[in-house]
């Protein structure tokens, strides 16, 4: 799900919590919204090079509190 619609489950209170993860066989970084996957615009996963740009965009969501998980 792209962010705008992971705003729009956030503010419906339908996502609970965020967590950034280590992204398989790569040294990016990914956020999952409860079970959806960030993704990018122009398809596939959207793949963060820092911890710090993936709580960035949690927090546009409307998260206030992120989970890193390595």
Do not use: W
């Not at 339908?14 to 079970?35: F, G, H, R, W």
């Not at 990018?40 to 409307?62: C, L, M």
């Amino acid at each position: 799900m792209q962010i705008k619609d992971l705003k729009l489950l956030f503010d419906n209170g339908n996502l609970k919590k965020v967590t950034v993860i280590k992204a398989p066989m790569s040294e990016s970084y990914l956020l999952l919204c409860d079970k959806h996957v960030l993704q990018a615009q122009r398809g596939g996963d959207r793949n963060f090079k820092s911890i710090d740009a993936a709580v960035e965009n949690a927090q546009k969501i409307g998260f206030k509190q992120v989970t890193v998980r390595f």
